[in-house]
């Protein structure tokens, strides 16, 4: 298979958010017909796509895939076969990291800026045109300009995606959060002071929500590095994602 | 993996265009950036993404034009712990293997 169609399988796997590894063939040793420098394989939901080299290479790749997906790491991998040794390069192929900044207020222009910066996809939603809008920001990859709970059905969460919780009044902040506590988001974090926090809190737990549901909620959000202005504050909370993105505390 | 990168590689290849595709595969000691980062090379020596910056990303260039040229992939090993590279200011050390993958053309 060429190397184009293989290219536009795996850009459709990264931007179908499926998990996937990607193997490359980096070095032959020895005398291993079938299979050749540059070759590759794509694994995604537990299928092969690519040329099919010789015999027990596909089997020993698929045995490695779990731990490169679950370590978020590539791995080089020397596989001996019949006749010498192949080695592969294998890559996590998973979709980007993905911010959802919940309200166009002054954090949430700041925020989309930031994480823009930092390479993440950005996706902002509010209520008010006024405030959705790419005047107020010229970066973001989407601007949703609809009621939050509305919008947050339209969207795909998966364990790539963050997501920042900075809307104009605790009521919207509760109806986001209502809408993606059991979500499998990475991470969720929510402006406010203790009290508000609390408050939004309790009224989840009145409604049947669970105790470990909650733990996950970043409030206060970001690291507290004494940030005051709406920039500070972007930088202190998109410090705390690139903690749990790289670091998944 | 970055799709932006992979995105950018697509449209090379179809506008029959080709490009290397840098990846690094193997660090060891300080480099400074981990496995599995990538850079695009086009023919016209342009890059996209940076694996490191400086000299090693000037000589990663250089080397990937050659294997263009040649139309086979190839592991560069590039040592950042030369005293070229104290010479140069280089602040990292460290060695890394570079995958040179010709695309396209």
Known sequence: MDKLSFFRHLLAALEGQEAGVAATVVKIEGDVPGVAPGDRYLWSTGRCYGSLGPAGLEAAVAERTPEVLAGRRPLLETIDLEGGSVTLFLEPALPGPEIIVLGGGHVGQQVAAVAKLAGYRVTVIDDRPDFANRALFPTADRIICKNFTAALQDIKITPATFIVIVTRGHRYDYECLRAVIASPAAYIGMIGSRRRVRGVKERLVEEGVGEDLLERIHAPIGLDIGAETPTEIAVSIMAEIIRVYRCGA | ?105
């Open chain 2, 1 to 105: 993996m970055n799709s932006e990168l992979i995105e950018e590689a697509v449209k090379l290849m179809e506008r029959g265009e080709p490009c290397v595709l840098a990846t690094i595969i193997q660090v060891k000691g300080s480099a400074p950036r981990e496995a599995g980062t990538q850079m695009l090379i086009t023919a016209g020596g342009q890059t996209l993404g940076t694996i490191g910056g400086g000299c090693a990303e000037a000589s990663i260039r250089q080397r990937a034009l050659l294997v263009l040229e040649k139309g086979e992939p190839e592991i560069y090993h590039l040592d950042l712990t030369a005293d070229t590279a104290a010479d140069e200011g280089m602040v990292c050390g460290g060695i890394m293997e570079v995958f040179l993958e010709p695309l396209g053309g």
